[in-house]
């Protein structure tokens, strides 16, 4: 089943891939028997010490699971996300992981969240969503936990295993971070109403709305985290290297609700072609992206133009 492992590179480490890729590549599931300790060292070519520092490691993986007995033996494990995460985090221990980063990422990922938890929703998702909204710990992190819980909630509303793990791990990251700051209740009770906005859109199955509440309370914890800890903000109008929004401009006809809804000359000119785009921009044109969607309003910033 297995080579024995020669003297080229670390023998624990030709142990460790060499399980690793057999459960990866699907000859073993969750539950199966590899073998005995002594059936892999005679496979190997091991002394006991060599494969048990390999176990030890498949094991912190989360991979394998030793059992002792006559009946023992190494056995393949269901990989939790938990095990995961914590696999995840330890590595990033060694990296600069900032704010800035943490609010970037979720800036990319949550919004599509929302729209799509609005398309999914159910009337026991609500009942759930406004029970984490209402209660009230007295215990810190019990408020952090539960604040993360109502994102994490709608990860699992896309029924994607893939988003459902990267939206844990940021959100325990996020979870470290908020544990670590004096936050105090008033920035609790913002963070509630927050999310009442995020579930009166989710209500009315409002996924453009939805995505905007999101967008706010993320961008508005960001800032704050970033302030609190004298660190930089994360500028979602610099993502790209270059400014995406031009500056905010309210109009009769469409009041500025939020960063989505911005003048876009670019997009008018790109849409319409340079010269007429830059001809209705000098004429007075408002252009504005409505959600993060590709609908646009369009009117005039002078009302008087009889055109």
């Avoid at 007075?284 to 646009?296: A, D, M, N, Q, S």
Wanted: hydrophobic share 40%; charged share 25%; proline share 5%.
């Amino acid at each position: 089943m297995f080579k024995t492992a020669n003297r080229t590179y670390k023998i624990s480490d030709q142990i460790i891939e060499q399980i690793r890729n057999a459960i990866l590549s699907g000859r073993f599931k969750p539950g199966d028997k590899v073998a005995s300790e002594k059936e892999l060292m005679s496979e190997f070519g091991v002394s006991k010490a060599t494969l048990r520092e390999a176990l030890r490691v498949l094991e912190g993986m989360g991979l394998v699971e030793i059992k002792k007995g006559i009946a023992g033996g190494v056995f393949i494990a269901e990989v939790d996300m938990r095990t995961t995460i914590h696999g995840i985090i330890n590595f990033l221990h060694f990296k600069t992981v900032s704010i800035k980063d943490v609010t970037m990422i979720r800036y990319l990922l949550e919004p599509p969240v929302a729209q799509i938890a609005a398309l999914r929703i159910q009337p026991d998702d609500i009942l759930k969503l406004e029970s984490m909204i209402m209660e009230n710990p007295a215990v810190p992190q019990t408020i952090v936990s539960r604040e993360i819980g109502f994102h994490r909630y709608l990860a699992r509303m896309t029924e994607n295993p893939i988003l459902i793990l990267v939206m844990d791990f940021i959100d325990n990251i996020l979870n470290d971070i908020k544990f670590q700051l004096d936050l105090g209740t008033e920035f609790y009770q913002k963070v509630a109403n927050a999310h009442q906005a995020i579930l009166e859109c989710l209500k009315q199955k409002d996924g453009i709305g939805a995505r905007r509440e999101i967008e706010k309370d993320l961008l508005e914890v960001g800032n704050h985290l970033a302030r609190l800890s004298g660190t930089q903000p994360f500028d979602p109008t610099m993502l790209l290297g270059e400014p995406l929004f031009l500056h905010p401009q309210k109009t009769p006809l469409a009041p500025d609700r939020s960063l989505n809804e911005v003048v876009l000359q670019k997009d008018l000119q790109k849409i319409f072609g340079e010269e007429v785009g830059e001809k209705l921009h000098k004429q007075g044109v408002v252009f504005r992206k409505i959600g993060t969607g590709e609908l646009y309003f369009i009117a005039l910033e002078d009302l008087s133009h009889p055109s």
